[in-house]
């Protein structure tokens, strides 16, 4: 089947320029990806909800439900698109820290999500996922979190990943718990592991690893999101705040991907198999 491989050079480099201080009905919005070189897995750290508020005098709270607004948006259009997995970054294990109205707020708005979307989620085969320590989450999410993997468990479309009470080295520890657990349980020599093994004992088990990593508000940080699985992946930092962050963006994004050269650790034109 002929590939839908019609963004000219000048379409690349107009993405790209136009990156910085995205608008939205940009002309990107009309670019054609190349369908054959969709990312397979996206991750996204969906900053600036805070500073989206303050600019408008509004509670940072404000902010995150306009947060919600902009991930709707996004999970649909990966859906469009095909988009195997998309992983999510809505509250680290470090965000407790903050005030606890705010934490108040975004465990309210966990609750209000799922109940009113779990609906479509699933009535589109969208498959549920979270990621992290869904036991130290209030009762009632971990109850809402739990019904929503369980409902949506058979499900074959998006893998949608939700990081949630999530450390990307809390991860990493996990995991070589899980394979120390096992060396002493079930006497499986260590030097027997692979990196398959390890791989299996991340929550992202059975997925690609991320092609491409999303932040946006311009923050180039990783904050403990995804250490391992974001080795090979391209970087596309936007100065959007995350409200702002739209159907639009994302395919921009996606194409600025597309004009990336990946090598992973070779060099252009090589058929040697990527690590
Ligand atoms: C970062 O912006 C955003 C968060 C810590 C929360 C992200 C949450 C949502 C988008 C909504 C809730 C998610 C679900 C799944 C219902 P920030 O507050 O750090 O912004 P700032 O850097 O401008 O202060």
């Known amino acids: ?37 969709l990312p397979r897995h996206i991750a996204i750290i969906m900053d600036g909800n805070g500073r989206w508020a303050t600019r408008r ?3 940072r709270t404000a902010g995150h ?33 903050r005030p606890g109205d705010e934490v108040s707020a975004l465990m309210g708005l966990l609750l209000t999500y799922f109940r009113s979307e779990i609906d479509e989620l699933d009535g589109n085969g969208v498959c549920i996922r979270i990621m992290g ?7 009632p999410q971990r109850e809402a979190l739990r019904d929503a993997m369980a409902r949506t468990a058979g499900n074959t479309g998006l893998k949608l990943n939700i990081a949630l009470n999530y450390g990307g080295r809390d991860e990493l520890l996990r995991a070589a718990k899980i394979l120390a657990r ?24 059975g997925l690609p690893d991320v092609d491409l990593l999303i932040r946006t508000s311009g923050e180039m940080r990783l904050s403990n999101f995804l250490p391992y699985q974001l ?18 963006a994302l395919r921009e994004a996606i194409a600025v991907y597309q004009g990336r050269d990946r090598r992973f650790g070779g060099v252009k034109g090589s058929k040697e198999k990527k690590a």
């Not at 320590?133 to 009762?139: C, E, Q, R, T």
């Not at 096992?182 to 088990?205: H, W």
């Not at 391209?234 to 639009?248: M, Q, R």
């Open 65 to 97: 439900r306009a947060g919600v607004e902009a991930l709707r948006a996004v999970i649909r259009e990966s859906d469009r698109l095909h988009i195997g997995a998309l992983t999510i970054y809505a509250f680290s294990t470090e965000n407790w820290k």
């Open 182 to 205: 096992r060396a002493v349980e079930e006497g499986v020599d260590p030097d027997s592991f692979t990196r398959g093994d390890f791989e299996d004992a991340l929550y992202t088990r």
């Open 1 to 37: 089947m002929k590939s839908d491989a019609s963004v000219s050079e000048g379409a690349w480099a107009a993405a790209r320029t136009r990156l910085f201080g995205m608008r939205k009905n940009s002309a990107a919005a009309e670019l054609t990806l190349d369908q054959a070189r």
């Open 57 to 59: 005098g509004l509670p």
């Open 231 to 248: 080795a090979y992946a391209e970087f596309v930092v936007v100065d959007t705040l995350w409200p702002d962050f739209d159907a639009a």
């Open 133 to 139: 320590d869904v036991d130290g989450m209030p009762s």
